[in-house]
């Protein structure tokens, strides 16, 4: 039915309006109400509160609207949309808003609800009634079900709260390792962990560590963490007392209170607000403002720090005027828009002559920057003021401390924009004397002549000025600066002297720039050439001129070296080095090389070039100029007889030695010995040789100190020391010329540093200083500097070298803030002391403090360079303790360390089971000196060198090669590189993406095909999705067939089998290849034969005995399975499985990682074993290998272990795993792997438990479905009943609160072999895959484990089968016998008694214990079982055979009436079953094998021939049971139903049915039921019906029971009958009749009817029961036997016909004759009458005669 778009907006509106008017909603008296949704559920059709606003309420109302279809829902949709709101209803109700929550659909199950945008199910929704999505945060979008409460989709917003909870986790160890691993682990931890699909964990911090501190216990906290001041208080800190909070109190506090978070200071973000207010009284506004007390807080978040006006804006005669308050000006910008209307400054101004029409104000001089305004021409005007400050010290220190600070204090020093402070020095300093006081200047600060002579010179009166007086002038004289101020003159005291011109020093000084930009240079040379010359340094020193000299830049050989006009290379250098341009003038432009430092181009016209060698044959004059060079060369020898061979070969050389015409070696000479001493190295020097005195402070000198010198120094271990020349460059200073001279030492041993060139261009700058003053020759100090101010250039890119130094300083909180003054005073003090030590060395930019840490005060600062040099570094950091002696005592030494940009090197893919190589080293430009180890970490952990992890390490770099790569390798790696005075950082982070599960390839590797032309064969290949795969035979892609899903793609080929006339057998070989990666492959090879086989197999295929086949694992697994033809009889063989090697993947990543596996790691890792155990539980425990695996993975964990504290948490993880690999269901693969003849995993699993449990910790108890650990404390005696089981008491121990842990594992039968230690090893069955043994494991496995001596324990067991009762043995696992297997031995336990199914032993040690029983009658009696059976057997076959002639013999004379016919058809059928049955029994038994007659052999029944045999075996017992049933039934037909008569073939017809009809359909029923499992027969020793895994046998005893009970019912019924009848019979004849009859029902119907099988039954109940075994083999072999004595022969009208039919000694010719033949005839069956006990006499009447078949006719002739 349609509904208009207009009338679906009235429905739903008018819903609506009724609901709130009904509901009387309006309240606006009452308070708001909050209502959480996620928590309530609304029914519909109510509505729910929110507070909105005081006084108004804002409800959502749920309102079912049942749509037919889904045009109809469209349309309500499309109206709903269409409507415009908010919709007034009345006055003070409105409509705000509606929308679609839920939509309900039929799914022809079911109904599924779904929720539209912005809604969704609560999480209990979508367990309740089951997601048909993803449950992704604790919601849903679907479920499976309309809510019975009417609940509906709720608002996202809503449901997606969080709620955060601090939980406190306390941990026991003893070990720090363990704490600084899980310290680490915490810090390189990954967050968020989920816990649940609705709770993750977001941080793990540790915040207290307790430890034994002599005798007593203290807590300290961790960084960010403290006590309380209660706690300090209460228990007493160990540490001083801050903001009254501590970090350390001297006990553990007992109510499991640990360390606070500390009460960090918020994070404060300052915003400027402008507010434009109009009024005419700016004063006011004024006033008002500052009598408001700030903070004014807004908010909890927020506050109002401070207000101020910033612009005030008034109109002038003509136009506006906007002047700026205090602290504030106008930008540049807005003075040169609207004009300045005060002073002018160079970037700002304080007033404009407009009001800005973008709004703009005012802007704070701290908090803006500015932009620069265009340069004026006319340079700013600086006024420079010197201001004195007076402070009164009385201690000398602290001055000495001041000039410390003074010198450190980096200037200029910005006050604002406009002033700035470019020097502060202290000028005087007055102190008391003998006398009075003196006042002496410091350095470049003097008094005037005039205070001298006025207050009299303490020293000498020079130059008109005088450095000390003789009292303290009054306030504001001080000295005044040497070169600042015009001192007066003194009086003249003698004729002037005549005037001498001054004397001029003039400086070349070099400065070399790295530039690798051309433009950079040309840049330069621009800047140099537009500077106006001379530059004034101070008053007595100014720079002439600035050239660039030299440019150096790579060429096609190496370097080349330009001069600048104006500059040359000297003649001897372009020999040298080879000149690159023409010698002229003994001098040349360029030369090939870059020359040692210092050498550069010198001026043409300043400098005096040496002249060229002449040509000429004449002799010069002048002698050759020599350069002496000195090379070190490092030999690495480990002989002391190659040294002395060295020493003597040099000694022996002549020198000089002629390289070439230039060169020639005047002398070699070794200088140092280094060799190891114990655990370090010493390094001797040769005579002429000795150590610098810094090295041998720094490295421990080892003789005695001479001159400063030592000629041994010791090393640490693995530190090789190379010797260097130093070259020392000699500046010599004239009055007239400066030369600069190079000269070498004999030999300076330093650190040999490793420099790597780099493509750069280098600049030499050469700046000549020309000082303005002279100065007397004798009195003057020049000090030569270079300013490079207003010299561009291109900034380097350095390196941070990380430093640490901590320093003995009281560590405030507020060196935790960047911002406080504390902070920034000692940042500032201690870089002015790192500038002084670090600005030397060479390639350094900077160094600045980076942070303060507690701990002292830990100072991490940070060098930049473009260059390291670990000489340079070493010896400024041996400077800085004592640099940093005023500030505070250095602790220790400083450490330095770079922590690299560049991450660790690995490849970018590596799958798993291959090899990863990660490579850590410095840059070539890093020179971190010689590296004497390294040290890798991964995730926190230290990596130590394993089977599967090698770390390799040499002079640049250390590589970490990981094999056999699993995904849990995907984390981070750190790598530290130590040197001697740097350490080498770097990290690297191997992605998810580096490290990809390798493809596994899953096929049947080897096939076996008979062959038959034209056949196809089908070859199928599967691998892991997103792999793909493809066959080749030889190099040809083969066409399949693809199948692919989410898990595996797998394809398949059918392989056309071409003319079989070739050879007897070939192969051929196919190749199935993953398409990428390439490397990973598997080859099938086919075998192709003609002859015929004899296996066949559904898995393996067809083979040939002898064949091999190998088939591939299950999805998810890795390995293989290898089956052999094996032939078992003639033409008839079947696959046994040899080996099988598949193992889940996960499971075996898990056992390569647990290789590497440390303490530390144990808690996560056995966590993640557990729960991989649990998802993959069903297919571990069909699978022997994983199993195994598992097992080898918990010995690693209780290997580990060993010294450690095991916690409850891990072993709950242990336990759960062991849990899941013993089940019910394990029992196979434990089969398996007991058969291993050289290892025992089920040994090697109790022993992991035992192990693990002698380190628990603490008291607890875990339970699991098959498990219960008891862990508990106990004073002399302990008790336990354990799960009501087991039973322990263990009395009188002497022991004082002692822990006993107790394991009672109640299915560990499934898994321990049951061999005895008596046990041969001979036994052993590979093919059965088990021990042969004739006990069992009749109780549950105990485990107790105590760390004492224990001599009487009592255990009570509750056997698992009540039925076994033979030989009961209390034993404990031995570990010992069978070479390490292990056995059960009964060494120190005696059985007790077994009573009412519980065993009591008694043992003098503790140890793992069980009981074993008997499971099997003794051997002896099995022997005599088997006579007894065969010659029982045979007497029964002879017996039938008879039964069956004497009933062909008399069958016309015995079957005249139907009565007797069926007697007889039944006694026939029954004997021919028995008769076939005991042929398929004597059949079964040559088949098979069992360990009696055949010890050692294979046991396993061939499946073919047994299963027929027992196929016939089970039918025709069955057809026995059944006919003896149809005998029965007829025995109540004639005996009840008297007067009714049936048909002889109706009879016929109903015995046939029953007799072999239901026995077949029971049998066909059974086979059918247990073939697919192939449990239709047992698997061993004997060809019978399968008991124990399928049960089949139960479709015999069963219908044999059941058949049993009818028939004693029948006989019960036929006897009542009987009874009755003879009741009325007075003749003493009657009564002796139906005792007769009586007596041969019981007789004959007992045995017959299953006595025998009531036997057998018995013999499964109690398998140990001798009694009951002889019984059922005597009844069992003798049952045809029984049929023919109490079915024929004791038929007295059988010995009848018999009787007549035989020869005797006379005939009759008449019937009474022949009757009374017949009587007389008996005589010769006497032996039977004697038998019974009786006389036959019959009184015959004449009904019998008649033939009559009447009742009493047929009942006498039974």
């Given at each position: 039915m349609?509904?208009?778009?207009?009338?679906l907006?009235?429905?739903?509106?008018?819903?609506?309006?009724?609901?709130?008017?009904?509901?009387?909603?309006?309240?606006?008296s009452s308070?708001?109400?909050?209502?959480?949704?996620?928590?309530?559920?609304?029914?519909?059709?109510?509505?729910?509160?929110?507070?909105?606003?005081?006084?108004?309420?804002?409800?959502?109302?749920?309102?079912?609207v049942?749509?037919?279809?889904?045009?109809?829902?469209?349309?309500?949709?499309?109206?709903?949309?269409?409507?415009?709101?908010p919709?007034?209803?009345?006055?003070?109700?409105?409509?705000?808003?509606?929308?679609?929550?839920?939509?309900?659909?039929?799914?022809?199950?079911g109904?599924?609800?779904?929720?539209?945008?912005?809604?969704?199910?609560?999480?209990?929704s979508?367990?309740?009634?089951?997601?048909?999505?993803?449950?992704?945060?604790?919601?849903?979008?679907?479920?499976?079900?309309?809510?019975?409460?009417?609940?509906?989709?709720?608002?996202?917003?809503?449901?997606?709260?969080?709620?955060?909870?601090?939980?406190?986790?306390?941990?026991?160890?003893?070990?720090?390792k363990?704490?600084?691993?899980?310290?680490?682990?915490?810090?390189?931890?990954?967050?968020?962990?989920?816990?649940?699909?609705?709770?993750?964990?977001?941080?793990?911090?540790?915040t207290?560590?307790?430890?034994?501190?002599?005798?007593?216990?203290?807590?300290?906290?961790?960084?960010q963490?403290?006590?309380?001041?209660?706690?300090?208080?209460?228990?007493?800190a160990?540490?001083?007392?801050?903001?009254?909070?501590?970090?350390?109190i001297?006990?553990?506090?007992p109510?499991?209170?640990?360390?606070?978070?500390?009460?960090?200071?918020?994070?404060v973000?300052?915003?400027?607000?402008?507010?434009?207010?109009?009024?005419?009284?700016?004063?006011?506004?004024?006033?008002?403002?500052?009598?408001?007390?700030?903070?004014?807080?807004?908010?909890?978040?927020?506050?109002?720090s401070?207000t101020?006006?910033?612009t005030?804006?008034?109109?002038?005669?003509?136009?506006?005027?906007?002047?700026?308050?205090?602290?504030?000006?106008?930008?540049?910008?807005?003075?040169?828009?609207?004009?300045?209307?005060?002073?002018?400054?160079y970037?700002?101004?304080?007033?404009?002559?407009?009001i800005?029409?973008?709004?703009?104000?005012?802007q704070?001089?701290q908090?803006?920057?500015?932009?620069?305004?265009?340069?004026?021409?006319?340079p700013?005007?600086i006024?420079?003021?010197?201001?004195?400050?007076?402070?009164?010290?009385?201690?000398?220190?602290?001055?000495n401390?001041?000039?410390?600070?003074?010198?450190?204090?980096?200037?200029?020093?910005?006050?604002?924009?406009?002033?700035?402070?470019?020097?502060?020095?202290?000028?005087?300093?007055?102190?008391?004397?003998?006398?009075?006081?003196?006042?002496?200047c410091e350095?470049?600060?003097?008094?005037?002549?005039?205070?001298?002579?006025?207050?009299?010179?303490?020293?000498?009166?020079?130059d008109?000025?005088?450095g000390?007086?003789?009292?303290?002038?009054?306030?504001?004289?001080?000295?005044?600066?040497?070169?600042?101020h015009?001192?007066?003159a003194?009086p003249?005291?003698?004729?002037p002297?005549?005037?001498?011109?001054?004397?001029?020093?003039?400086?070349?000084?070099?400065?070399?720039?790295?530039?690798?930009?051309?433009?950079?240079?040309?840049?330069l040379?621009t800047?140099?050439?537009?500077?106006?010359?001379p530059?004034?340094?101070?008053?007595?020193?100014?720079?002439?001129?600035?050239?660039?000299?030299?440019?150096?830049?790579?060429?096609?050989?190496?370097?080349?070296?330009?001069?600048?006009?104006?500059?040359?290379?000297?003649?001897?250098?372009?020999?040298?080095?080879?000149?690159c341009?023409?010698?002229?003038?003994?001098?040349?432009g360029?030369?090939?090389?870059?020359?040692?430092?210092?050498?550069?181009?010198?001026s043409?016209?300043?400098?005096?070039?040496?002249?060229?060698?002449?040509?000429?044959?004449?002799?010069s004059?002048?002698?050759?100029?020599?350069?002496e060079?000195?090379?070190?060369?490092?030999?690495?020898?480990?002989?002391v007889?190659?040294?002395?061979?060295?020493?003597?070969?040099?000694?022996?050389?002549?020198?000089?030695?002629?390289?070439n015409?230039?060169?020639?070696?005047?002398?070699?000479?070794?200088s140092?010995?280094?060799?190891?001493?114990?655990?370090?190295?010493?390094?001797?020097?040769?005579?002429?040789y000795?150590?610098?005195?810094?090295?041998?402070?720094?490295?421990?000198?080892?003789?005695?100190?001479?001159?400063?010198?030592?000629?041994?120094?010791?090393?640490?271990?693995?530190?090789l020391?190379?010797?260097?020349?130093?070259?020392?460059?000699?500046?010599?200073?004239?009055?007239?010329?400066?030369?600069?001279?190079?000269?070498?030492?004999?030999?300076?041993?330093t650190?040999a540093?490793?420099?790597?060139?780099?493509?750069?261009?280098?600049?030499?700058?050469?700046?000549?200083?020309?000082?303005?003053?002279?100065f007397?020759?004798?009195?003057?100090?020049?000090t030569?500097?270079?300013?490079t101010s207003?010299?561009?250039?291109?900034?380097?890119?350095?390196?941070?070298?990380?430093m640490?130094?901590?320093?003995?300083?009281?560590?405030?909180?507020e060196?935790?803030?960047?911002?406080?003054?504390?902070?920034?005073?000692?940042?500032?003090?201690?870089?002015?002391?790192?500038?002084?030590?670090?600005?030397?060395?060479?390639?350094?930019?900077?160094?600045?403090?980076?942070?303060?840490?507690?701990?002292?005060?830990?100072?991490e600062?940070?060098?930049?360079?473009?260059?390291v040099?670990?000489?340079?570094?070493?010896?400024?950091?041996?400077?800085v303790?004592?640099?940093?002696?005023?500030?505070?005592?250095?602790?220790?030494?400083?450490?330095?360390?770079?922590?690299?940009?560049?991450?660790i090197?690995?490849?970018?893919?590596?799958?798993?089971?291959?090899?990863?190589?990660?490579?850590?080293?410095?840059?070539?430009?890093?020179?971190?000196?010689?590296?004497?180890?390294?040290?890798w970490?991964?995730?926190?952990?230290?990596?130590?060198?394993?089977?599967?992890?090698?770390?390799?390490?040499?002079?640049?770099?250390?590589?970490?090669k990981?094999?056999?790569?699993?995904?849990?390798?995907?984390?981070?790696?750190?790598?530290?590189?130590?040197?001697?005075?740097l350490n080498?950082?770097?990290k690297?982070?191997?992605?998810?993406?580096?490290?990809?599960?390798?493809?596994v390839?899953?096929?049947?590797?080897?096939?076996?095909?008979?062959?038959?032309?034209?056949?196809?064969?089908?070859?199928?290949?599967?691998?892991?999705?997103?792999?793909k795969?493809?066959?080749?035979?030889?190099?040809?892609?083969?066409?399949?067939?693809?199948t692919?899903?989410?898990?595996?793609?797998?394809?398949k080929?059918?392989?056309?089998?071409?003319?079989?006339?070739?050879?007897?057998?070939?192969?051929?070989?196919?190749?199935?290849?993953?398409?990428?990666?390439?490397?990973?492959?598997?080859?099938?090879?086919?075998?192709?034969?003609?002859?015929?086989?004899?296996?066949?197999?559904?898995?393996y295929?067809?083979?040939?005995?002898g064949?091999?086949?190998r088939i591939g694992c299950?999805?998810?697994q890795?390995?293989?399975?290898?089956?052999?033809?094996?032939?078992?009889?003639?033409?008839?063989?079947?696959?046994?499985?040899?080996e099988?090697?598949?193992?889940?993947?996960?499971?075996?990543?898990l056992?390569?990682?647990?290789?590497?596996?440390?303490?530390?790691?144990?808690?996560?890792f056995?966590?993640?074993l557990?729960?991989?155990?649990?998802?993959?539980?069903?297919?571990?425990?069909?699978s022997?290998?994983?199993?195994?695996?598992?097992?080898?993975?918990l010995?690693?964990i209780a290997?580990?272990?060993?010294?450690?504290e095991?916690?409850?948490?891990v072993?709950?993880?242990?336990?759960?795993?062991?849990?899941?690999?013993?089940?019910?269901?394990?029992r196979?693969?434990?089969?398996?792997?007991?058969?291993?003849?050289t290892?025992?995993?089920?040994?090697?699993l109790?022993?992991?438990?035992e192990?693990?449990?002698?380190?628990?910790?603490?008291?607890?108890?875990?339970t699991?479905?098959?498990?219960?650990l008891?862990?508990?404390?106990?004073?002399?005696n302990?008790?336990?009943?354990?799960?009501?089981?087991?039973?322990?008491?263990?009395?009188?121990?002497?022991?004082?609160?002692?822990?006993?842990t107790?394991?009672?594992?109640?299915?560990?039968n499934?898994v321990m072999?049951?061999?005895?230690?008596?046990?041969?090893?001979?036994l052993?069955?590979?093919?059965?895959?088990?021990?042969?043994?004739?006990?069992?494991?009749?109780?549950?496995?105990?485990?107790?484990?105590?760390?004492?001596t224990i001599?009487?324990?009592?255990?009570?067991?509750?056997?698992?089968?009540?039925?076994?009762?033979?030989?009961?043995?209390c034993?404990?696992?031995?570990?010992a016998?069978?070479?390490?297997?292990?056995?059960?031995?009964?060494?120190?336990?005696?059985?007790?008694?077994?009573?009412?199914?519980?065993?009591?032993?008694?043992?003098n040690?503790?140890?793992?214990?069980s009981?074993?029983?008997?499971?099997?009658?003794?051997?002896?009696?099995?022997?005599?079982?088997?006579?007894?059976?065969?010659?029982g057997?045979?007497?029964?076959?002879?017996?039938?055979?008879?039964?069956?002639?004497?009933?062909?013999f008399?069958?016309?004379a015995?079957?005249?009436?139907?009565?007797?016919f069926?007697?007889?058809?039944?006694?026939?059928?029954t004997?021919?079953?028995?008769?076939?049955?005991?042929?398929?029994?004597?059949i079964?038994?040559?088949i098979?094998?069992?360990?009696?007659?055949?010890?050692?052999?294979?046991?396993?029944?061939?499946?073919?021939?047994?299963?027929?045999?027992t196929?016939?075996?089970?039918?025709?017992?069955?057809?026995?049971?059944?006919?003896?049933?149809?005998?029965?039934?007829?025995?109540?037909?004639?005996?009840?139903?008297?007067?009714?008569?049936?048909?002889?073939?109706?009879?016929?017809?109903?015995?046939?049915c029953?007799?072999?009809?239901?026995?077949?359909?029971i049998?066909?029923?059974?086979?059918a039921?247990?073939?697919?499992?192939?449990?239709?027969?047992?698997?061993?020793?004997?060809?019978?019906?399968n008991?124990?895994?399928?049960?089949a046998?139960?479709?015999?005893?069963?219908?044999?029971?059941?058949?049993?009970f009818?028939?004693?019912?029948?006989?019960?019924?036929?006897?009542?009958k009987?009874?009755?009848?003879?009741?009325?019979?007075?003749?003493?004849?009657?009564?002796?009749?139906?005792?007769?009859?009586?007596?041969?029902?019981?007789?004959?119907?007992?045995?017959?009817?299953?006595?025998?099988?009531?036997?057998?039954?018995?013999?499964?109940?109690?398998?140990?029961?001798?009694?009951?075994?002889?019984?059922?083999?005597?009844?069992?072999?003798?049952?045809?036997?029984?049929?023919?004595?109490?079915?024929?022969?004791?038929?007295?009208?059988?010995?009848?016909?018999?009787?007549?039919?035989?020869?005797?000694?006379?005939?009759?010719?008449?019937?009474?004759?022949?009757?009374?033949?017949?009587?007389?005839?008996?005589?010769?069956l006497?032996?039977?009458?004697?038998?019974?006990?009786?006389?036959?006499?019959?009184?015959l009447?004449?009904?019998?005669?008649?033939?009559?078949?009447?009742?009493?006719?047929?009942f006498?002739?039974?």
């Amino acid at each position: 039915m349609a509904i208009s778009k207009n009338g679906l907006s009235i429905v739903a509106l008018l819903v609506t309006l009724t609901i709130l008017e009904t509901g009387n909603i309006i309240q606006y008296s009452s308070p708001a109400v909050l209502v959480n949704n996620e928590q309530e559920h609304v029914p519909p059709h109510t509505t729910e509160k929110r507070n909105v606003l005081t006084g108004q309420w804002n409800y959502i109302i749920d309102v079912v609207v049942k749509a037919s279809n889904v045009e109809t829902f469209e349309r309500l949709l499309s109206s709903l949309n269409a409507t415009i709101l908010p919709i007034q209803l009345d006055n003070n109700t409105d409509i705000s808003d509606i929308s679609v929550a839920t939509v309900c659909s039929s799914t022809g199950t079911g109904f599924q609800c779904r929720c539209e945008e912005q809604y969704a199910w609560p999480y209990s929704s979508c367990v309740l009634y089951g997601a048909c999505d993803y449950i992704s945060n604790g919601i849903c979008k679907c479920i499976n079900a309309i809510p019975a409460d009417g609940q509906s989709c709720q608002l996202i917003s809503e449901l997606v709260t969080e709620d955060e909870y601090t939980v406190d986790v306390e941990l026991n160890f003893t070990d720090v390792k363990t704490e600084d691993y899980l310290r680490s682990l915490l810090n390189n931890l990954s967050f968020s962990v989920a816990l649940g699909p609705t709770m993750n964990v977001t941080n793990i911090d540790i915040t207290t560590v307790c430890y034994l501190n002599g005798t007593d216990f203290q807590c300290r906290c961790e960084d960010q963490f403290v006590w309380s001041y209660r706690d300090c208080i209460t228990y007493g800190a160990c540490d001083e007392n801050t903001d009254e909070v501590c970090g350390c109190i001297n006990s553990i506090p007992p109510d499991r209170q640990y360390c606070k978070p500390k009460k960090v200071p918020p994070v404060v973000y300052e915003y400027q607000i402008f507010i434009e207010v109009t009024t005419t009284d700016a004063d006011q506004l004024e006033n008002t403002l500052q009598n408001i007390i700030f903070p004014v807080q807004i908010s909890p978040q927020v506050n109002i720090s401070d207000t101020d006006i910033t612009t005030v804006c008034s109109q002038d005669s003509t136009d506006f005027q906007c002047r700026c308050e205090d602290d504030y000006l106008w930008p540049c910008n807005k003075c040169a828009t609207y004009g300045k209307c005060d002073g002018d400054t160079y970037n700002t101004c304080g007033c404009i002559k407009a009001i800005p029409t973008d709004g703009q104000y005012c802007q704070s001089i701290q908090h803006q920057n500015f932009s620069v305004c265009s340069p004026s021409t006319a340079p700013p005007v600086i006024h420079e003021y010197i201001l004195s400050v007076e402070l009164n010290i009385s201690d000398v220190t602290v001055i000495n401390q001041l000039r410390t600070i003074l010198s450190n204090i980096s200037y200029p020093i910005s006050i604002n924009h406009r002033i700035q402070i470019f020097d502060v020095n202290i000028s005087t300093v007055c102190s008391p004397s003998s006398v009075g006081f003196q006042c002496r200047c410091e350095d470049h600060y003097r008094w005037s002549c005039d205070q001298c002579f006025l207050y009299g010179s303490c020293d000498n009166i020079t130059d008109d000025t005088c450095g000390c007086i003789n009292a303290i002038p009054p306030v504001g004289q001080h000295c005044q600066s040497a070169d600042q101020h015009n001192f007066t003159a003194c009086p003249i005291t003698s004729p002037p002297s005549p005037t001498t011109p001054p004397v001029i020093h003039e400086y070349i000084l070099s400065v070399e720039l790295n530039i690798s930009d051309v433009t950079v240079i040309n840049q330069l040379k621009t800047i140099l050439s537009n500077i106006s010359y001379p530059i004034s340094i101070n008053n007595q020193i100014q720079i002439s001129d600035v050239n660039i000299s030299t440019v150096c830049s790579p060429s096609s050989n190496g370097f080349q070296c330009r001069c600048v006009d104006q500059y040359r290379w000297s003649c001897d250098q372009c020999f040298l080095y080879g000149s690159c341009d023409n010698i002229t003038d003994d001098r040349c432009g360029c030369i090939n090389a870059i020359p040692p430092v210092g050498q550069y181009c010198q001026s043409a016209y300043q400098y005096n070039f040496i002249v060229c060698p002449v040509t000429t044959h004449a002799p010069s004059t002048t002698p050759p100029i020599i350069y002496e060079y000195l090379i070190s060369v490092e030999l690495n020898i480990s002989d002391v007889m190659e040294i002395n061979n060295l020493r003597t070969i040099l000694s022996n050389i002549g020198y000089p030695i002629s390289i070439n015409n230039h060169m020639q070696i005047s002398d070699v000479n070794i200088s140092t010995v280094c060799y190891a001493n114990g655990t370090t190295f010493q390094c001797r020097c040769e005579e002429q040789y000795h150590w610098p005195c810094h090295m041998c402070s720094t490295l421990d000198k080892c003789d005695d100190k001479i001159e400063d010198t030592t000629t041994v120094i010791t090393t640490p271990m693995r530190t090789l020391l190379t010797t260097m020349p130093t070259v020392i460059t000699a500046t010599g200073v004239t009055s007239q010329n400066t030369t600069v001279h190079s000269t070498m030492p004999e030999a300076t041993p330093t650190l040999a540093p490793t420099t790597d060139l780099t493509e750069t261009t280098k600049t030499i700058t050469a700046a000549k200083v020309t000082p303005a003053i002279s100065f007397p020759t004798t009195n003057t100090t020049a000090t030569s500097t270079l300013s490079t101010s207003g010299i561009t250039s291109t900034t380097v890119t350095g390196f941070d070298v990380e430093m640490l130094v901590r320093l003995d300083k009281e560590y405030t909180a507020e060196l935790n803030d960047a911002e406080s003054s504390t902070y920034k005073e000692l940042e500032s003090r201690i870089n002015s002391v790192l500038d002084e030590q670090y600005k030397r060395i060479t390639g350094f930019q900077d160094v600045s403090v980076k942070a303060f840490r507690e701990g002292s005060i830990i100072t991490e600062y940070i060098v930049q360079t473009t260059q390291v040099i670990p000489d340079e570094i070493a010896e400024a950091n041996e400077k800085v303790p004592e640099a940093m002696r005023p500030i505070a005592p250095v602790l220790g030494s400083v450490t330095a360390f770079y922590n690299s940009p560049t991450t660790i090197s690995y490849p970018d893919l590596t799958y798993t089971g291959n090899t990863m190589t990660l490579t850590c080293g410095p840059p070539k430009n890093i020179n971190v000196g010689r590296i004497s180890d390294s040290e890798w970490t991964f995730r926190g952990r230290e990596i130590k060198n394993s089977t599967r992890m090698k770390i390799t390490t040499s002079d640049k770099k250390s590589m970490l090669k990981v094999k056999n790569v699993i995904l849990a390798d995907i984390g981070l790696y750190q790598c530290t590189m130590r040197g001697r005075v740097l350490n080498f950082l770097q990290k690297g982070f191997v992605k998810r993406d580096a490290i990809k599960q390798a493809p596994v390839v899953r096929l049947q590797s080897k096939v076996n095909v008979k062959c038959k032309e034209g056949q196809k064969e089908q070859l199928q290949c599967c691998v892991q999705a997103p792999y793909k795969v493809k066959w080749f035979l030889d190099n040809t892609v083969l066409s399949s067939d693809v199948t692919e899903d989410r898990e595996s793609y797998c394809i398949k080929h059918d392989y056309q089998l071409g003319s079989c006339s070739g050879p007897q057998q070939r192969e051929i070989h196919f190749t199935c290849q993953v398409d990428e990666p390439k490397d990973y492959e598997l080859t099938t090879s086919m075998t192709i034969f003609r002859d015929d086989f004899i296996c066949y197999d559904a898995k393996y295929g067809t083979g040939r005995a002898g064949d091999i086949s190998r088939i591939g694992c299950d999805e998810g697994q890795e390995g293989s399975k290898i089956a052999t033809c094996q032939q078992t009889r003639e033409e008839i063989g079947e696959w046994k499985l040899q080996e099988d090697t598949c193992i889940i993947t996960e499971i075996k990543e898990l056992l390569i990682d647990s290789q590497d596996l440390i303490v530390d790691e144990l808690p996560e890792f056995v966590a993640n074993l557990n729960k991989t155990v649990q998802e993959e539980s069903k297919e571990i425990i069909n699978s022997s290998a994983t199993i195994s695996a598992v097992v080898d993975i918990l010995g690693t964990i209780a290997t580990v272990s060993i010294g450690s504290e095991v916690s409850k948490s891990v072993m709950e993880n242990v336990l759960e795993t062991v849990d899941v690999i013993i089940g019910d269901d394990a029992r196979e693969s434990w089969a398996v792997l007991n058969a291993n003849e050289t290892r025992n995993a089920s040994s090697e699993l109790l022993g992991s438990l035992e192990t693990l449990s002698s380190w628990l910790v603490g008291e607890f108890v875990i339970t699991t479905q098959h498990i219960l650990l008891n862990r508990t404390m106990f004073d002399n005696n302990f008790t336990a009943d354990l799960n009501s089981s087991i039973e322990i008491h263990i009395p009188d121990t002497s022991l004082t609160n002692f822990l006993i842990t107790t394991i009672a594992l109640f299915t560990l039968n499934n898994v321990m072999p049951a061999r005895y230690s008596s046990f041969h090893t001979s036994l052993f069955n590979d093919t059965s895959n088990h021990t042969v043994s004739d006990n069992a494991i009749n109780a549950a496995v105990v485990l107790v484990q105590i760390n004492a001596t224990i001599q009487n324990v009592t255990l009570r067991y509750d056997k698992l089968n009540n039925y076994l009762t033979v030989n009961p043995q209390c034993v404990f696992w031995n570990y010992a016998p069978f070479d390490n297997l292990g056995a059960w031995d009964n060494d120190g336990c005696t059985f007790i008694s077994d009573i009412n199914n519980t065993v009591t032993c008694s043992c003098n040690h503790l140890t793992s214990f069980s009981i074993l029983m008997a499971t099997e009658i003794p051997p002896e009696l099995k022997h005599a079982l088997d006579i007894i059976t065969y010659v029982g057997v045979g007497i029964s076959m002879a017996s039938l055979v008879v039964c069956l002639i004497i009933e062909g013999f008399v069958w016309k004379a015995i079957t005249r009436n139907s009565t007797a016919f069926m007697r007889h058809v039944s006694i026939v059928n029954t004997a021919l079953s028995l008769l076939i049955a005991d042929i398929c029994f004597i059949i079964a038994a040559s088949i098979a094998k069992n360990p009696l007659e055949n010890p050692g052999e294979d046991y396993d029944v061939p499946v073919g021939p047994c299963s027929t045999t027992t196929f016939f075996m089970h039918f025709f017992y069955l057809a026995l049971f059944f006919w003896m049933l149809v005998s029965g039934l007829l025995l109540f037909y004639r005996t009840v139903m008297v007067f009714s008569h049936m048909s002889r073939s109706t009879m016929l017809a109903i015995g046939f049915c029953l007799g072999y009809g239901c026995p077949l359909i029971i049998a066909v029923t059974t086979v059918a039921v247990t073939a697919p499992e192939n449990s239709y027969i047992r698997k061993e020793e004997a060809c019978w019906l399968n008991w124990t895994e399928s049960k089949a046998l139960l479709s015999l005893v069963i219908p044999a029971l059941t058949i049993v009970f009818i028939n004693i019912l029948i006989v019960i019924v036929v006897l009542f009958k009987m009874l009755r009848r003879g009741v009325g019979d007075n003749t003493q004849a009657d009564e002796k009749s139906t005792l007769v009859v009586i007596a041969r029902c019981v007789i004959i119907l007992t045995p017959l009817f299953g006595l025998t099988w009531s036997l057998g039954v018995g013999t499964m109940v109690s398998s140990t029961n001798e009694g009951i075994h002889i019984a059922f083999a005597f009844f069992s072999s003798l049952q045809g036997f029984f049929i023919l004595v109490f079915g024929t022969i004791f038929d007295s009208k059988i010995r009848s016909i018999l009787s007549r039919r035989l020869p005797t000694s006379s005939t009759g010719s008449s019937l009474t004759k022949s009757t009374n033949g017949r009587i007389s005839s008996l005589s010769g069956l006497n032996w039977i009458s004697r038998l019974r006990g009786r006389r036959y006499i019959y009184r015959l009447s004449e009904a019998v005669n008649s033939g009559s078949s009447g009742a009493s006719e047929s009942f006498v002739n039974i």
